[in-house]
């Protein structure tokens, strides 16, 4: 039963352009979301979060979005960097019941921006 | 360097040998946690710790897997009579957790594990 669905493997774009990777989660319990960047033989980066009690959350040229009643969120990039080229995870927590605050992943989404 | 940082960042053994690895968080970060990583999925929560308490365990940290933070500082993951499943990437993260506070976990580079 996977909780948190990344549902694109990979997507690719020009450098410049907008990238948007997208993540659907089933547990209505999650009210934290992460969005990480991997790269080959590193432990995930963070990047960007977002409280449920939040629709969006800006930090440069990242944004998440969240749809709560459609359990969707988003990462755009904009402009799109080669440097942005990673597999990027999104991860959801439910912290509202107590102690456990372990991150629930995505299988992640392996972005390509083409210069 | 004040990440977290993890020890081996490789390692090779045969099945059936044990294996521990080691993980030392931010220094000031009460809580740490240990996941797994297999080739095509997303970290898969082993086990945490708040302080030196481990509080919960996935059920899939089978009895072969034992885990420690003494002091509340340093963490261990030892695997006993390695099977060639468990060869994965074992992640540790950490984070500052206050009440009320959201929090976010930085993981390390991770110890890729291969049993032969």
Partial sequence: DQQVKQNSPSLSVQEGRISILNCDYTNSMFDYFLWYKK????????LISISSIKDK???????????KSAKHLSL???PSQPGDSAVYFCAAS????GSNYKLTFGKG????VNP | ???VSQDPRHKITKRGQNVTFRCDPIS??????WYRQTLGQGPEFLTYFQNEAQLEKSRLLS???SAERPKGSFSTLEIQRTEQGDSAMYLCASSLGLAAVVETQYFGPGTRLLVL
Avoid: K, S
Wanted: glycine residues 12%.
């Fill in chain 2, 1 to 3: 360097d004040t990440g």
């Fill in chain 2, 63 to 65: 009895d072969r897997f």
């Fill in chain 1, 76 to 78: 755009h990039i904009v």
């Fill in chain 1, 109 to 112: 989404t392996l972005l390509t």
């Fill in chain 1, 57 to 67: 959350n800006e930090d440069g040229r990242f944004t998440v979005f969240l749809n």
């Fill in chain 1, 94 to 97: 439910a912290r509202g019941g």
């Fill in chain 1, 39 to 46: 790269y080959p033989a590193e432990g995930p980066t963070f």
């Fill in chain 2, 28 to 33: 000031e970060h009460n809580r740490l946690y």
